[in-house]
T-cell receptor, first 114, second 116 residues
Framework: DSGVTQTPKHLITATGQRVTLRCSPRSGDLSVYWYQQSLDQGLQFLIQYYNGEERAKGNILERFSAQQFPDLHSELNLSSLELGDSALYFC?????????????FGPGTRLTVL | AQSVAQPEDQVNVAEGNPLTVKCTYSVSGNPYLFWYVQYPNRGLQFLLKYITGDNLVKGSYGFEAEFNKSQTSFHLKKPSALVSDSALYFCAVRDRATDSWGKLQFGAGTQVVVTP
């Protein structure tokens, strides 16, 4: 158990809908990262937050947004969902934002868009 | 340009034999290299990382990895594989030369199958 929690574990929804994925980092970790894992794209970095501020953006669609709250938990919002958004979404956290910091991953949320 | 390459989609090894999972990287500056393992329906578990110093890095569950700068490789090794080592292994790199603070760039993954 990494100490990173994600809810829900599974999510099934329809095209066009909006969902929110939640992540609680390890106690004391300030950085939160979101990744998407799909069969065709592999593991892709989406976005990073550090102590409530956005720090880096990766291959994140405009339909997707995220935020980190004062208690350091983070939410990833996915809207106007398409079939291709079906994937495993991981949250990771690290103590700081140094290049040497280890990222610890949560168990993931499996999103299925029908 | 791809930053991390895992040339083998799958590695098959008999239990008790040595296990090697290959990884090569391409970054502009000094690389920070990581190995993770993913079991079915689970998240990624951190195994080990190379930051600087000794080229041989020891990690969790008896795994180690050797950093080779001249060959730009970071192969994962285990002297004696267990059936329970069967999983998907990912190599990842952080590149200080990019403008992305925390981004981990992952390889495509290598499926390890250990047979009894």
């Amino acid at each position: 158990d990494s100490g990173v929690t994600q809810t829900p574990k599974h999510l099934i929804t329809a095209t066009g809908q909006r969902v929110t994925l939640r992540c609680s980092p390890r106690s004391g970790d300030l950085s939160v990262y979101w990744y998407q894992q799909s069969l065709d794209q592999g593991l892709q970095f989406l976005i990073q937050y550090y102590n409530g501020e956005e720090r880096a953006k990766g291959n994140i669609l405009e339909r997707f947004s995220a935020q980190q709250f004062p208690d350091l938990h983070s939410e990833l919002n996915l809207s106007s969902l398409e079939l291709g958004d079906s994937a495993l979404y991981f949250c990771a956290s690290s103590v700081d934002q140094r290049y040497t910091d280890t990222q610890y991953f949560g168990p993931g949320t499996r999103l299925t868009v029908l | 340009a791809q930053s991390v390459a895992q040339p083998e989609d799958q590695v098959n090894v008999a239990e008790g034999n040595p296990l090697t999972v290959k990884c090569t990287y391409s970054v502009s500056g000094n690389p920070y290299l990581f190995w993770y393992v993913q079991y079915p329906n689970r998240g990624l578990q951190f195994l080990l990382k190379y930051i600087t110093g000794d080229n041989l890095v020891k990690g969790s569950y008896g795994f180690e990895a050797e950093f080779n700068k001249s060959q730009t490789s970071f192969h994962l090794k285990k002297p004696s594989a267990l059936v329970s080592d069967s999983a998907l292994y990912f190599c990842a790199v952080r590149d200080r030369a990019t403008d992305s603070w925390g981004k981990l760039q992952f390889g495509a993954g290598t499926q390890v199958v250990v047979t009894p």
